[in-house]
Structure formats: C-alpha cells, structure tokens
C-alpha cells in the first residue's frame, strides 16, 4: 500500500481531532486531498499512529507530491503545497466568521481562543516553527527584556530568490496584507494563504481586519488591518483607531509603527497595526517624571523610565487622550532642536513620526507615544536613531514597533554565531581568525576583560545571553530621540514645554 493512504488518513484524523472537520465529512476530505494529489484511488490502511506530528504527516506528502513532479524543491514550494493540503482542511470564510461572532456574543476572549486555536490547528500559524525560535529574558536597568532569534521564518533558497526575479509581477494581491490574501495559493513571490482566514472589525466607522502572524512573536500576535490597500499614516484618526480596537478586544494591546522610512515596520504601503496578548516591558515600565500639558488636566502624563523617548497618557475618555496626541503628533512633527541634533526635516525630507500603542489598563484607557526621528548622516548612514555600527554585529536592521516596546527580533545567524564565539572563547582561540567570530570579537574581548575567562560552556551560555541583553537595551538607547543622561532629559522637557505652549 502507497505511503499516500496512510498519510491522507493521519492528516484527516488530524483535522477532525482538531475539530476543523466533523466526522461526516471525512470521506469528502479525502477525497479532495486526492485530487491535490492526483490520486484517483484510496485504500483505508486502517489504524494509524495518531501521534504523528503534523508537520511530519505535512512533510511525507510534500515529498511524494516532489516525486510525482507536483512540487519543486526548496523551502518557498514545499510551504505552497503544503498550504494547499490545509486548505483543503479550512473551514469556509464564512464559517470561521459565524463562530467568531456567536463566541464574541459570550466573550470577547472566547472569540480570540477560537480564531488563535483554529489559526495554530490550521498551520496558518506554522507552531513547529515557531517553537524552533531561541527565547531568553535579560534583566536589564530598565526592566526584564525578552529577546528572540528568529528561525522559524524560512529563509528563502537561491533557486527560489531566482525563480522569484523572474516569475510576472502580479499585482493581486496588491501587497501580503491586503484582504484579497484569504485562500490565496500563492506563488513563487507570493505566500500561500489557503488556510489563511481574517476577521472583519469596523473601527473609526471604516472596515478593517484582523488576523494573526503566520510566525508569532508573542502570544496571540494579530495584526490588523486597513480593508484598503491605503499607506501607512499616524494621525488623530489612528489613534481612534487603536482605541475602538481596544474597545472591541480589551484583553488585547494595539499599536501602530511609524509612517517613515527607517524607523517604519516591513511594509508601509498597507496601513496596518499590530498588536496582541501580551505584556511588554515597556508596558510595565513606570512614569518617572509627570508633567501636565495646559488644557489637559484631565488627562494624566508623564515620561516613562524606558531607553527610548516615551510620553505615557492615562485617561477615561479616549477622545480627550486623542485630541492631546493630536498637539503631541503636531508639535512634534515639526520640531527642531539643534542642540540635542533633532530637525523636523532635512533638503525637504521630513524626520518626525511617532509609534502609538493603546490598551486597557486598570480601568482606564493607556497611550504610549514613542517619539522617532529617522535621519541618517555620513557617519551614521543606516539613521543615526538607529543601532550604530559597534552594536551590528548583534542588531542591524530597523526597530519597530515590537522591539521599541522591549521584545528584540535578532536574526537566525547569532544561532551558529554565538555557539563558535562561546567556544573560541572557552579555548582561549583567536576570535578574529574564524569569520564566524570576527565580527563579534570586540565584544568577546570586552567581556573577557570584564568578565574573566569562562568556567565552561554552559555557564559562559548563560554570560553570552545577558551580554546580547544589554546590547539590545543600548539598541534601544540608541533609537531614542532624548538621550537617558541629564543633557537629554532636559532636552525632553524642552520639547514638552513647546508642545505645551502650541
């Protein structure tokens, strides 16, 4: 008997396990993963080892489908076929949509249960990749920082990246955000969304959506989205936005990135927000100097302790904390203080954005602003509000929100890196000499000197994954616009004195 028998049956118990189907339909299941399969056939192997992981069970058909000469090789057509097999086990649009709504009527938690459970049982949220990704904690001055190194997000192989340069340019869908994602097969440069479901949510009296990431970074990280394909922007309106959202899902945070280059999330072409079940450092971090902003007393204000520029609002009537983000958003926008080298803009670019994040929060209605500046200068050509160059060899690329509000996405390298820079240094071997190490051996040798030579490797591990810490929060010190030392702190209070007399 075909391996394809077995396979179709575990994956198919599978689903009914999981509830994505009943039990009356499993013949009508199998059927329709056969016609993925080109099989006209099927053989009931009868009983099967329901332990199977499914990625397994996933990862068996992919490679019968490659035989057959169904799929092609590499990471980007295995995640294409494999996504056509879920949607075959996905419940309708409207379906998902139906049970949502009826378990909203109970709770709004119950609904996020059912849609967080449903995304995860459907590998729309690919969970074994997910837990692939290295996870630690660093206690910090400005609290317990979470740090992550993404591997669950497949890199893409050269044959892919080349078929990709030349597959036509589509424009449908417009961008991996848009609606018009749900149920797509996808392509070669494009991601497979058979099994991919959204939640319409109508916040600010606009249609947007909700949905989960494929490669979460927290729990129940949902990303929400304008149903117009429609730039990024940060005004009054999105912060009526966040809170109607909020509203909506009080369990959950929302916050938006910037609107500019730099300092902006992946894609700014889709207005969007992301937010979650999660509690962030940031969020914990306390209000360390209040202020009161004229015609405001209603609502409270204060910097937060944080490594980055945040102004924190508290209040019970959103529409108030909206109208003083509003004087906040356009003070800022064009503010210039060349003594603390901040210009609103530069040759007629524009410098000055913020990142919004609201939630709920003992009774009362929170928004966080944190103040971005992306100009870039000869010395600093990635922005000098950015990681500088001694801190690349662990963070390069741009800060986000995410990682703003203390959750650090570091790249998949630092896995093989850190290990051989742990072992260079156990050896006593020369960090320079391996390209593995050389980029890091600065750092090595400033721990060594400060911290002496390692016991073994496990404890050197453990020293390794504090050190990323603290570079992570000088990251996140060096995004700032208002530097932590007294020169910046009052440069801050400069700012809010100007915001304060607009």
């Keep these: 008997m075909s391996d394809y028998n077995v396979n179709l049956k575990k994956l198919v118990e599978y689903a009914a396990s999981r509830g994505l189907i009943g039990d009356r339909d499993r013949i009508w299941a199998i059927n329709r993963l056969l016609e993925v399969l080109k099989e006209d056939t099927y053989e009931d192997p009868g009983e099967t080892d329901r332990d199977t992981p499914l990625e397994t069970i996933l990862d068996e058909l992919v490679e019968f489908a490659r035989k057959k000469g169904l799929a092609d090789e590499g990471n980007v057509a295995h995640d ?137 970074y927290y729990n129940e990280h949902c990303i929400v989205f304008n149903s117009v394909h429609t730039p990024m922007k940060i005004e009054k309106a999105t912060v009526g936005k966040l809170f109607d959202f909020v509203k909506l899902f009080p369990h959950y945070f929302v916050g938006s990135n910037a609107d500019l280059p730099i300092v902006g ?39 937060v302790k944080w490594p980055m520029s945040v102004i924190r609002l508290r209040g019970e009537d959103t529409g108030r904390i909206a109208d003083l983000m509003d004087r906040i958003l356009y003070a800022w926008r064009g503010y210039t203080d060349e003594k603390a080298f901040i210009y609103a803009e530069t040759d007629g670019e524009k410098h000055n954005t913020l990142n919004p994040i609201a939630r709920f929060r003992d009774g009362r209605f929170e928004l966080d602003l944190v103040l971005r500046n992306n100009i870039t200068t000869p010395e600093h050509p990635l922005g000098y509000y950015h990681p500088h160059a001694e801190l690349h060899h662990i963070k390069k690329e741009n800060i986000g929100l995410i990682e703003a509000m203390g959750l650090a996405i570091l790249p998949a390298r630092l896995v093989d890196e850190l290990d051989a820079v742990n072992r260079a240094m156990l050896e006593g071997r020369d960090l320079r000499a391996d390209p593995q190490t050389a980029l890091h051996a600065d750092w090595a040798e400033e721990i060594l000197a400060r911290r002496g030579k390692p016991e073994s490797y496990e404890k050197n591990a453990v020293v390794l994954r504090e050190e990323v810490g603290a570079v992570f929060a000088k990251v996140l010190e060096h995004a700032g616009v208002f530097k932590r030392d007294a020169a910046g702190k009052e440069a801050f209070r400069r700012f809010l004195a100007y915001a304060d007399g607009i």
């Design 265 to 303: 999330g992946s894609i700014l072409s889709h207005d969007h927000f992301q937010g979650g079940r999660y509690t962030f450092a940031m969020e914990k971090a306390p209000v360390e100097e209040k202020t009161v902003f004229r015609g405001f007393e209603d609502v409270e204000a204060g910097l």
């Design 80 to 216: 294409l076929f494999d996504t056509k097999l879920m949607a075959c086990l996905t419940p309708r649009p409207s379906e998902v949509e139906n049970v949502f709504r009826a378990l909203y009527r109970e709770s709004p938690e119950k609904a996020t249960d059912y849609y967080y459970k449903l995304s995860r049982d459907t590998d729309y949220i690919r969970t074994a990749r997910v837990a692939r990704d290295v996870k630690w904690t660093a206690e910090t001055e400005y609290g317990t920082l979470d740090i992550t190194i993404n591997r669950s997000k497949p890199e893409k192989d050269p044959k892919a990246i080349a078929a990709a340069k030349l597959a036509p340019q589509a424009g449908y869908p417009k961008c991996a955000l848009c609606k018009e994602n749900e149920g797509y097969a996808g392509r070669i440069n494009a991601a497979a969304r058979g099994n991919h479901r959204i939640i319409p949510v109508t916040i600010n009296g606009s249609d947007w959506f909700m949905q989960y990431s494929p490669y979460v």
